[in-house]
């Protein structure tokens, strides 16, 4: 049986030409700086995003954590939206391990912040109240169904920190995807913030890592709680070898991506059964909601794995479905008869 996996753009396997590029990478200890392959990813990272320089990561949730660490010191309070991924899915690292105060405001549908939820949150100079620091998005915004935040929406909260001396951290997991939707240099985005993570290993199918961009000075010291967070990794070249065919060849090709999330949303559309918003869907993200209180979304699950079509479950009322690198569109037209005949089974 053919299995179309739909769960996570996570799920994507390293192309022919990143096997081939991780067997020739030129290796050396990354702790020391002497790995040529991170470097040079590095470099290529920090120049695509426009920044001074960039940091190699083991996964997201380690570049958003030391990110938030480096800028936020313990006591220090980070505002983000109620359905960031920071929030909701990285085991609350930052105030775990930072002892970093996470106060969110309701995201918005679109994945924005509203302006004066966030101007009401930052904190005046007061005894009592920990210090506003850092403001975090979220773009593409995961939980908000792949939305894609506009360089002017970037740029109005970018406005609202500077007049209140706040920095901006982007957790641009799939920052790429937002580019491409929105037609515009990936650099325009990182313009608004003082540093992006961004995820080498789910659209842009690379097997393992992220990078960190910023100013130097900030890269400095982010380099230095990665050690602290034990993410040095010696010999990482033959990922970062990956990495840079990511950078290099991966981009372009997420529009298809992007098509083929919109067959599939206009194809569930069609089936009766189902709840979805096409005009929602700007990305590789889908969100599927069963047309009906007493749906049984176990069993539409469990008959969609039956035929080899796996999504995953965001919340209780609420499957997700994301087009990735290895899903094509022959792979949409055979999955919507078996979402018809699931949602009829259940
Ligand atoms: C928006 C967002 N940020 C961060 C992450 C974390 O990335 P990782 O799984 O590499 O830790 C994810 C993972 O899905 C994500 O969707």
Redesign the pocket.
Known sequence: MRVIDLR?D?VTLPSPEMREAMYRAELGDDVFGEDPSINRLEALAAHKMGKEAALFV???????LVSILTHCQRGDEVIMGDQ???FV??AGGVSALGGVHVHTIPNQPDGMLDLVDLEDAIRGENIHFPKSRLVCL?N???RCGGAVLTVEQMSAVRRVADAHGLAVHL?G??VFNAAVALGVDVSAIAAHVDSV?F?L??GLAAPVG?LIVGPAAFIKEARHIRKMVGGGMRQAGVLAAAGIVALEKMVDRLAEDHANARRLVEGLADIPGYRVSPSRVQTNLVMIELDGVDADYDAVGAALAAEGVKISRMSARRFRAVTHYGIERDDIDAALPVFARAVRAA
């Open positions: 996570s996570t083991v996964s997201g949730t380690m570049g958003n960031a991924h920071t899915y990285e979220e593409t915004h995961n957790d997991a799939r993570q995820c290993s789910k992220s």
